[in-house]
T-cell receptor, first 111, second 110 residues
Framework: DAKTTQPTSMDCAEGRAANLPCNHS???????VYWYRQIHSQGPQYIIH???NNETNEMASLIITEDRKSSTLILPHATLRDTAVYYC????????????FGGGTRVLVKP | NAGVTQTPKFRILKIGQSMTLQCTQD?????MYWYRQDPGMGLKLIYY???????DKGEVPNGYNVSRSTTEDFPLRLELAAPSQTSVYFC?????????FGSGTRLTVV
């Protein structure tokens, strides 16, 4: 079973920030938090990952709480092309970097 | 770089037929994976490999076989196709920076 909990769906206005929450209360010390997204029927796309520090790249920011039991993916200026299913996954190299996909959050960016 | 290449993109099989889904990556990644995705569902891990010559079962391995003779290639074999294997199959490879997925193979078993 997936070790993360995400809302089933959320809407976001184009141009606004999208904040996607994820709970991972049973995360282990050596597990990273990964975010992927899947647009329509394409292969999932890597967005960002982190261990305990906040991370930022050209696509998004990842905020991890100090106790590491939850995190938030921030898309700073959502566009229509950001409409996708977003998956929050915890994984470690010790586990073969295996990803266990839950249902994800279906994000709809509206004009 | 091509990344992860899967062939074929589409295939229709009759019940009981066999086929091999091909997967090749050119990033020199040690880790490779096969996932399947049923309509409206998340991806489920079928098999994975942490390096050439090493494979292991994932969550849903029944009805499938894999081999990893080289770092680049990780083919998935269906021996006796069943309607329950109708799905989209994704191959992926990974490094410490994350996964790269192929574009998928849409398989229908009739």
């Amino acid at each position: 079973d997936a070790k993360t909990t995400q809302p089933t769906s959320m809407d976001c206005a184009e141009g606004r920030a999208a904040n996607l929450p994820c709970n991972h209360s049973t995360i282990s010390g050596n597990e990273y938090v990964y975010w992927y997204r899947q647009i329509h029927s394409q292969g999932p796309q890597y967005i960002i990952h982190g261990l305990k520090n906040n991370e930022t790249n050209e696509m998004a920011s990842l905020i991890i709480t100090e106790d590491r039991k939850s995190s938030t993916l921030i898309l700073p200026h959502a566009t229509l092309r950001d409409t996708a299913v977003y998956y929050c996954i915890v994984s470690s190299e010790a586990a073969g970097n295996k990803l266990t996909f839950g249902g994800g959050t279906r994000v709809l960016v509206k004009p | 770089n091509a990344g992860v290449t899967q062939t074929p993109k589409f295939r229709i099989l009759k019940i009981g037929q066999s086929m091999t889904l091909q997967c090749t990556q050119d990033m020199n990644h040690n880790y490779m994976y096969w996932y399947r995705q049923d309509p409206g569902m998340g991806l489920k891990l079928i098999y994975y490999s942490v390096g050439a010559g090493i494979t292991d079962k994932g969550e849903v391995p029944n009805g499938y076989n894999v081999s990893r003779s080289t770092t680049e290639d990780f083919p998935l074999r269906l021996e006796l196709a069943a309607p329950s294997q109708t799905s989209v199959y994704f191959c992926a490879s990974s490094s410490v920076y994350g996964y790269t997925f192929g574009s998928g193979t849409r398989l229908t078993v009739v």
